[in-house]
């Protein structure tokens, strides 16, 4: 059985940093790629959640949303089976539930943008950005 867990989530000011971690197991995690979307609060349906960033399974090849490019960045540690966002210069826009997600992919520099193009999901966690 798949499962991926967020950790890291909390409450922090604007400005400040925070590390998101995704722990996944049932898996064979070296093929599969890995996303972060997020969810403001408010918002209930899975299609509203917003892309963050992707991965490739391989690590090689990443991208990130306009709106968290050059703050945001994701890696990926397949020794430990865990995905990784790290978030800087937060603002209270960022203010959201993060979740991660995972798909099989057969190549090693796909990743996906699109959150019905993932088939596991973890439970998310939650950041807020104080102003």
């Known amino acids: 059985q798949v499962q991926l867990v967020e950790y890291g989530g909390g409450l922090v000011q604007a400005g400040g940093s925070l590390r998101l971690s995704c722990a996944a197991s049932?898996?064979?995690?070296?093929?599969?790629?890995m996303g972060w979307f997020r969810q403001a609060p408010g918002k209930e349906r899975e299609l509203e959640r917003e892309f963050v960033a992707a991965i490739s399974w391989s690590g090689g090849t990443t991208y990130c949303a306009d709106s968290v490019k050059g703050r945001f960045t994701i890696s990926r540690d397949n020794a430990k089976n865990t995905v990784y966002l790290q978030m800087n210069s937060l603002k209270p826009e960022d203010t959201a539930v993060y979740y991660c997600?995972?798909?099989?992919?057969?190549?090693?520099?796909?990743?996906?943008?699109?959150?019905?193009?993932?088939?596991?999901w973890g439970q998310g966690t939650l950041v807020t950005v104080s102003s």
């Open positions: 997600a995972a798909r099989r992919s057969y190549l090693g520099n796909s990743y996906y943008t699109n959150p019905t193009d993932y088939i596991h």
């Open positions: 049932g898996l064979t995690f070296n093929t599969y790629a």
